[in-house]
């Protein structure tokens, strides 16, 4: 079982590294070029704040990322709350009525990327539980 946790933390660190550079690269090529961003699954934000909201979330999710690894007791908790956003801003912004699929595979896409993200979740909670066992 202990090989199940082991592979659900490896994918929690990997989708947040993932994830966390394309947020890091979308919003800071955003911010540098002076283009506008509009995207559909995050509908508070426009134009230049939803590029540094984006960098922001990048930043965040690297940084806890680099302090899991030296301090893996006092920063493994970093990746849960980050990844519990993630997974609500995806499920939220996919199952908004205002939010329209494109065709069947941007469907599948969608629902894909929500597992993987759901996955993500079960392996920060499990980095956060193997850490309180390795302080006891």
């Known amino acids: 079982m202990s090989y199940v946790f082991g592979l659900f933390r490896l994918l929690a660190v990997l989708f947040t590294l993932v994830l966390s550079l394309f947020l890091v690269g979308v919003g800071g090529l955003a911010l540098w070029t002076g283009e506008t961003l509009h995207f559909e699954v995050v509908p508070l934000f426009e134009g230049d704040a939803l590029a540094q ?25 970093l990746l849960l709350p980050w990844n519990l956003g993630v997974v609500s801003i995806l499920i939220c ?12 595979d941007h469907f599948v896409n969608g629902v894909y990327l929500s597992l993987l993200a759901l996955a993500a979740l079960v392996g920060s909670w499990c980095q956060v539980r193997a850490a309180r066992h390795r302080i006891s």
């Open 53 to 77: 909201v984006l960098l922001a979330m990048g930043l965040l999710g690297l940084i806890g990322l680099v302090l899991l690894f030296p301090a893996k007791r006092a920063a493994s908790w």
């Open 93 to 104: 912004a996919l199952t908004r009525s205002s939010y329209r699929f494109s065709g069947m």
